[in-house]
């Protein structure tokens, strides 16, 4: 099993920044790629970015260029640097887990953090 919890959430102004921090424990060498999504209120849960062990990165078109992830594989960290950040941006965040035999980042995790709360409001 994999335990991911999530750190960093609070409230921004519309144009700030924040940084979003996950931990992993447990058999974290079964995880072959950890990433974001987010869900806000009345939205679907959705796909933020991923990051491999490899250093392979992908987002989403809403966040590409504001948002950068980063992991430390000896950590079992990942992190989510957001900036410029838009009302709309606020959300439940979620870090995930992904098996190596996940093929599609967007489509799901493995596993799952409780998430934590990101406000963005003046």
């Known amino acids: 099993q994999v335990q991911l919890v999530e750190s960093g959430g609070g409230l921004v102004q519309p144009g700030g920044s924040l940084r979003l921090s996950c931990a992993a424990s447990g058999s974290i060498f079964s995880i072959y790629a950890m990433g974001w999504y987010r869900q806000g209120p009345g939205k679907q849960r959705e796909f933020v970015a991923h990051?491999?062990?490899?250093?392979?990165?992908n987002y989403a078109d809403s966040v590409k260029g504001r948002f950068t992830i980063s992991g430390d594989n000896a950590k079992g960290t990942v992190y989510l640097q957001m900036s410029s950040l838009k009302p709309e941006a606020a959300a439940v965040y979620y870090c995930?887990?992904?098996?190596?035999?996940?093929?599609?980042?967007?489509?799901?995790?493995?596993?799952w953090g409780q998430g934590t709360q990101v406000t963005v409001s003046s």
């Open positions: 990051i491999t062990i490899w250093g392979s990165t």
């Open positions: 995930t887990g992904f098996s190596p035999a996940a093929s599609d980042y967007a489509a799901g995790a493995d596993y």
